[in-house]
């Protein structure tokens, strides 16, 4: 059990002339800000580029010449695209696509509800079966059976490819230390590179097809895998596999019998997090032609219908739901099912499925009850009302916290010269987190100069601030309450899945008209994305604390605040720096959605990369300063938050 | 017991079987699907605007009512779509915008589409108000007064000057320049999106709010809502060289079709149909409407049009 209140690592009075010495630093930056503001800014028009945003263009078109010619393309990138072409489409075979000469699917409607029932039954119980079983039949009613089936095969070979590379890698890097120092960068690479960047490469080199859309999520998808599993590894308490050790275990007999066993909670998590993030690439996938609902999102969206954009989204968040319940619940310990239910259902499922094969009325979902009509309709009165009535209010808030936050601190960064704020930023860097620290920093800030987007960088910079700073106050707030309550969980957490994987775009069309395009519905797009995460993770950490802990505190009398701010929190650090990590890199990751709506700078410039030949080599450029930017914050929380947890 | 009740269950599910099959109902397969003719394969891209789609949508229509084509329909962005000429995985573009950086790389050196001519659609870009303000400041169309009204357009965004909201990406935009060498007191806002113009010009009507905005015609929204265009400096050949020094409106664009070079140089009935294919921005707008507003199916729209102009699609058709 680790100490409550570790001793500081340093003596009081160094820390305090450290926050003198930083205070120092704030002053001095605002009056060389006063002095030199909108002079050496390195600031770059929309249309302007540099010789090398050019250059990149050159050897993006000279890969595309030379597709037909060159061996890597026939031989390596052909190949992996064969395979995962197979795989997506003979699982599209089975329920989603007419297939084998067949009009319809080889497995109908209600073969695939009686297997997606029997699976839970087996894997989670009664209560997820029938969880599951009514949101497939909902999918149905909404009039988005084959849409849904598509993305569910889409979905299902992403998050397995996956599974099959993250876990492996995951286990490695929680057990060896080089790995994880050499998996990390990659992985925040994986995950803040914004899709966009690699959505037209992407069709180059593996074409326009199921291929490329699957490896376009399992790009973004398989990093929580790695990650968290790594994580579930590491914390594993030294003294249990010590014990093991002890007890004259090889390695692998420790990782098998000890480490995955008490990792696999935590494991568990990482697979949830892989289906919710291939599930919110449904949407880009769909511009790719990648089939299913992310194309019935992004057809509405051409006309601003966003009824119909509504109804495929909740199809999207049925369908992650169903997914991560039952996966949740294959993880805990349980009864197993006795036999007799186990054969039984298998024998009800083999009707159904051999019914679905053979007739229309099991194989086509038809229903007289339908209901996408009535949610398209309703969705389309709660849009109307709220954008009629409420941007008074909304737009007074709006321009508050532009006002009050963002305008002063983009000014700050963004119209200082650039040495003055890189100045500033490695010195800080030195106090916060040593040498180490001040080198990251510096090697991050020649990067972001190099790409020639510097005052971009400086604006999303802002921007990203604001945004991780909001996360962090929703998730230790609604995150300690949710750990602290089986209820408020059970009410909580299928709303913040439900943020998580609604295609933003559904719930941007009614901001735009509530917050106008601006930066401060990029950063509301933001929070609504990222904080579920952070979230769930705190709130998971402070249930993690012992329950003999609390109890001890209460005993001592003291009163629940104390109780949250002296020893759950304190305890559940852990998971607060991982919350705060993945909150970044989640914000992050919403900066090309954020260019969409008005937030400009490098999120304008990878959508403007991705629409306009011309313009690739600035949008890659700009999707690479999103990653040195995430990587520079993260190193830096890091360090924060090691002396803070010392 | 436990195997007992393993029988029972299985026979339990036998006799449902049995029961269910007597009921049964139409059999898979009992309906054979028609047969397509010599036309083959037909890869039609899909771009992500309603004008686009109309045009496709009578496109293929016609291809699989008339000339018995199997018609793919592919999603995709314009920069992909061009892309999938070279892959042979994209047979057609039905309307094009410029993009001469498109054309350069894809026609001229790589050779792996061609042009096909003109859809007979004409369409222009540049800068709208909504019709409330063209109504009550009509010297606001003109560019000359636009320094006038700049405070009005002072938003979160756009600092002590005036908004301009840039939208969607897709197009080349030459505001910028503009702005600095017209000397107009305003900044260029990018909203990132065509969603973000439509939301803006909308609530713009509707609250009498200040908008200015990069547009374009022909689109959806002008059904709906008369924006109107403000004049800039006329275009002249050639007025546009130089991006930096640019002080003139947009060029009118003449939206055209193009084909890859191996599907043009096949020539078959798709092929014709294509290269055949000219309208006008009324058709265009009449289709447009029946999608963007009577959310009909771009099927049941290019029924609907095509049932109506019969002798239109009659020129389209191979001639044998």
Partial sequence: MVAVAAPTSQPRALQHRKSLVLAGIVVAWLVLWVLFRNVWTLSLGAADLTPLHRWINDVNDAVGASRNSNPVFLYFFNEIRLVIDEFVTFVQALIAQPSFGRPVPVIGWLGVVAIAGFVSLAVAGWRVALLAVAGFVFLGLQGLWQESMDTLSLTLAAVVISLLIGIPLGIWAGLSDRAHRLLTPVLDFMQTMPTFVYLAPLTLFFLIGPASATIATLIYAAPPAIRITAHAIRSVPRNTVEASESLGATRNQTLVKVLLPSARKTIVLGVNQTIMAALAMVTIAALIDAPGLGKTVVKALQTLDVGTAFNAGLAIVVLAIVLDRVTTAAANERRGLPRWALFGGAGVTAVCVYLSYTYLWAAEFQSDVEIGSSINKGATAVTEWAQDSLPVLTGGFKDFVTFALINPLQALLAESPWFLVALVVVAVSFLVGGVRSAVVSAACVALLIATGLWQDSMITLASTLVATILVMVLGVVVGVWMGRSRRADRVIRPVLDAAQVMPAFVYLVPFLALFSASRFTAIIAAVVFAAPVAIKIIADGIRAVSPATVEASTALGSSSWQTIVKVQLPMARGALTLAANQGLIYVLSMVVVGGLVGAGALGYDVVAGFSQGQLYGKGLAAGVAIVVLGVMLDRLTQAAAKRWTN | ?320
């Fill in chain 2, 1 to 320: 017991m436990a195997r007992h009740s393993v029988l029972g269950t299985v026979s339990a599910g036998l006799v449902a079987l049995v029961v269910l099959s007597g009921c049964g109902g139409a059999k898979v397969g009992d309906t054979s699907s028609g047969a397509t003719g010599d036309c083959g394969t037909f890869n039609l891209a899909i771009n992500p605007w309603v004008g686009y789609e109309a045009n496709a949508a009578v496109l293929a229509y016609v291809a699989e009512k008339e000339l018995k084509c199997k018609v793919t329909k592919k999603e995709l962005k314009e920069e992909v779509a061009w892309q999938g000429f070279g892959t042979g995985e994209v047979d057609a573009v039905v309307e094009n915008w410029g993009h001469d950086d498109l054309r350069k790389k894809y026609i001229d050196e790589q050779k792996t589409a061609v042009s096909a001519g003109s859809t007979g659609v004409k369409g222009q870009i540049g800068w709208y108000v909504p019709p409330w303000l063209a109504k009550e400041h009509p010297d606001i169309l003109d560019w000359n007064n636009l320094n006038k009204y700049a405070d009005q357009f002072k938003t979160s965004e756009s600092g002590d000057k005036g908004q301009l909201l840039d939208g969607d990406p897709s197009f080349v935009t030459n505001d910028e320049a503009l702005v600095k060498n017209l000397n107009l007191n305003y900044k260029v806002v990018y909203g990132g999106s065509e969603t973000a113009l439509i939301q803006a010009f909308r609530q713009a009507e509707k609250d009498k709010k200040w908008v200015i905005g990069y547009f374009y015609s022909p689109q959806w929204l002008l059904n709906e809502i008369k924006l109107e265009k403000v004049k800039l400096p006329p275009y002249t050949a050639g007025c546009d060289a130089d991006a930096e020094k640019i002080a003139c409106d947009y060029p009118d664009y003449d939206l055209d079709k193009i084909v890859s070079k191996k599907f043009a140089d096949a020539n078959g009935p798709a092929a014709q149909l294509v290269k055949n294919f000219k309208w006008t921005n009324e058709d265009q707008n009449t289709v447009a409407k029946y999608i963007a507003e009577d959310k009909m199916k771009p099927e049941d729209a290019a029924k609907k049009w095509a049932d109506a102009n019969a002798d239109k699609i009659k020129a389209w058709l191979p001639k044998a």
